[in-house]
C-alpha cells in the first residue's frame, strides 16, 4: 500500500511560485511512476505532469517551460515546482502513484493511489 500526502499549496499572485510536495508512505516509492493531476471547479480532471520511476518525465501543453516536476526517492517525495503561475492555473492539485508501471503514465485509471489533494489559487 502506498500513501500520498501533498502539501504546499496556497494563494499567490499571477507571475509567482510555489512548490507542491507529496510525501509517500512504503518503501515502494521508488519503482513506481507518478503524475500530478488539477481539477478546477466545473471542469474535468486533467493531467499536468508525470514521471516515470527513472525520471523521464511528460508535461502538458499548457505548463511546458513554468513547471518542473521532480523526485526524491531517498525522500519518498514527489515535487512540483511552478512558476510563472497563471489564473487559470488555480485549481485543486492531486499527486498520483501507479503501481502497475514504471514509465511515465498518462492515463488516470492507471493510478492505482492517489492524494486528497491541495488547493492552488492565483489571483489576477
Known amino acids: 500500500q502506498v500513501q500520498l500526502v501533498e502539501s504546499g499549496g496556497g494563494l499567490v499572485q499571477a507571475g509567482g511560485s510555489l512548490r507542491l510536495s507529496c510525501a509517500a508512505s512504503g518503501s515502494i516509492f521508488s519503482i513506481i511512476a507518478m503524475g500530478w493531476y488539477r481539477q478546477a471547479p466545473g471542469k474535468e480532471r486533467e493531467l499536468v505532469t508525470a514521471?516515470?520511476?527513472?525520471?523521464?518525465?511528460y508535461y502538458a501543453d499548457s505548463v511546458k517551460g513554468r513547471f518542473t516536476i521532480s523526485r526524491d526517492n531517498a525522500k519518498n517525495t514527489l515535487y512540483l515546482q511552478m512558476n510563472s503561475l497563471k489564473p487559470e492555473d488555480t485549481a485543486m492539485y492531486y499527486c498520483?502513484?501507479?503501481?502497475?508501471?514504471?514509465?511515465?503514465?498518462?492515463?488516470?485509471?492507471?493510478?492505482?493511489?492517489w492524494g486528497q489533494g491541495t488547493q492552488v489559487t492565483v489571483s489576477s
Open positions: 514521471i516515470s520511476s527513472g525520471g523521464r518525465t
Open positions: 498520483a502513484g501507479s503501481l502497475r508501471h514504471t514509465i511515465v503514465v498518462v492515463t488516470a485509471l492507471e493510478y492505482n493511489y
